[in-house]
């Protein structure tokens, strides 16, 4: 019986030997899996060069390019006051808009009228004066003629003793007389020149006052010099007004001014693209040309567009008149006078209001670059780096220099080619020699396009 289990023991140890030698003969050896690497997926860009259209944009308000405030130059009271003299009104150009009551200048101009009436009748009576002088002093020259020759011959008797003396004493009193009635008449001859200057210099005061008359006559009314708009109106008919006082204010509206914050730089820039303009990253000056640039470069190349913050939609075209020559201290900004024609001619409000007085607008001044540039979006700028895809579909980081950067875009001056493959992605980690899978993006290719022409997208 002990013999017999182990017999049993011995067969199973046995066969279990035998099952594990077969099971390892059995077994198949791991297979070997190729190495094999992911691409990273990468949205690209082609780099083509474009034509920019560089921007510079600002805030600012609007004001009249001309405004009046009628101010009196005379006292009196309102006789009359046109209905639409009121704030916020239109009113044309010649329109008769108030009258101050003309009737004492009225007067005081008839009163001078009749002062020089008067002068002039005096220096009538003063030439004929002069001419009847003059006639009694030619016959009285004649009479002292004969008086001296009628002397001389008395002279000459006495001496032969054919005449007495008393009769020679005589003709002398009488020669003298006649002398004097001539000296007379000269003396009044001599007066005439002085009383005409004196009746020449009250004709003058009396010319001026005259023209003072008239002009305070002019004065007592008031007519529009151009199409305006009512600013402030605080007069009524009857109301008494005195010499200086404000009647009413009205705005020009032929031109509006807006005068914007612009960034110096973002200025310069696009001033930079124009013909003759100089080089704004070799000049040395804070704001070169800005003193003289309205005689050196061609303005009216510039489009100028004025945006109401309240009408985002709507723009007005106009043109940049003149730049301040001094930085704004607390925003550290310059003041660009933005010039509008016609503010008010194409208005239709709400959708397109006119620009008036005081409102809030955003003014845009762009010009073209000359020569196409390459442009890419400022997202793709990595710290003064790109990221670009090689021949071999391999992530190389490149350096390159930006000429300028304009909100979401970026001109690459230097380090970047037309045709070079523009990683669009912001990769991380970004390794050089990283495979990837470039996916060309059309989408942004359009957007781009868009953006440098200066259209929304």
Do not use: C
Not at 69 to 90: C, F, M, Q, Y
Not at 108 to 130: K, P, V, Y
Not at 185 to 190: K, W
Not at 250 to 278: C, F, H, K, W, Y
């Amino acid at each position: 019986m002990h013999r017999k289990h182990k017999l049993i023991l011995a067969l199973t140890l046995i066969a279990g030997i035998a099952f594990v030698v077969v099971m390892v003969k059995l077994k198949q050896p791991p297979e070997r899996a190729a190495e094999q690497v992911a691409a990273t997926p990468a949205r690209i860009l082609e780099a083509t060069p474009l034509t920019v259209r560089i921007e510079a944009r600002g805030f600012g308000q609007v004001l009249p390019a001309r405004s009046w405030k009628a101010v009196a130059n005379v006292g009196g009271r309102i006789t009359w006051k046109h209905p639409d003299l009121e704030s916020g009104n239109l009113i044309s150009e010649g329109t008769r808009l108030l009258q101050i009551d003309p009737t004492r200048y009225e007067l005081a101009e008839a009163s001078a009228r009749a002062d020089i009436a008067g002068l002039e009748a005096e220096r009538q009576q003063l030439d004929q004066e002069e001419q009847n002088t003059r006639a009694l002093l030619e016959l009285e020259n004649r009479r002292l003629a004969l008086a001296q020759r009628e002397l001389q011959r008395a002279k000459t008797l006495a001496n032969s003793g054919s005449l007495s003396q008393t009769r020679l004493d005589e003709q002398q009193r009488a020669t003298l007389q006649q002398q004097q009635a001539v000296q007379s008449l000269q003396n009044q001859l001599n007066l005439i020149p002085v009383r005409q200057e004196t009746l020449k210099a009250r004709l003058a005061r009396s010319e001026s006052a005259l023209a003072n008359a008239r002009e305070d006559l002019e004065d007592t009314h008031f007519e529009a010099p151009w199409d305006l708009r009512v600013h402030q109106s605080d007069i009524e008919t009857g109301q008494q007004v005195s010499p200086n006082q404000t009647l009413f204010v009205a705005d020009d509206i032929t031109a509006a001014e807006a005068t914007v914050q612009l960034e110096m730089s973002e200025l310069r820039n696009v001033l930079s693209q124009l013909p003759g303009a100089p080089d704004p990253a070799s000049s040395g000056q804070a704001h070169p040309g800005f003193t003289d640039f309205h005689e050196q470069l061609p303005l009216d190349s510039l489009t100028v567009r004025v945006h109401p913050t309240g009408a985002p939609d709507s723009h007005w075209a106009g043109k940049l008149t003149r730049v301040t020559g001094s930085l704004d201290p607390a925003t550290r900004t310059i003041q660009a006078v933005i010039t509008v024609d016609e503010p008010y001619r194409s208005a239709n409000p709400p959708a397109r209001p006119p620009l008036v007085r005081n409102m809030f607008v955003q003014a845009t001044i762009a010009a073209p670059t000359p020569e196409p540039v390459l442009v890419v979006p400022a997202s793709a700028i990595h710290q003064g780096e790109v990221y670009l895809a090689d021949g071999e579909n391999r992530l190389q980081r490149q350096p390159v220099t930006l000429a300028s950067q304009q909100g979401e875009l970026a001109v690459v001056s230097d380090g970047l080619k037309p045709g070079d493959r523009l990683i669009l992605d912001d990769l991380v980690p970004a390794i050089n020699g990283t495979l990837l899978n470039p996916m060309p993006d059309e989408q942004t290719a359009k957007w781009l396009q868009k953006m440098a022409a200066g259209e929304q997208p």
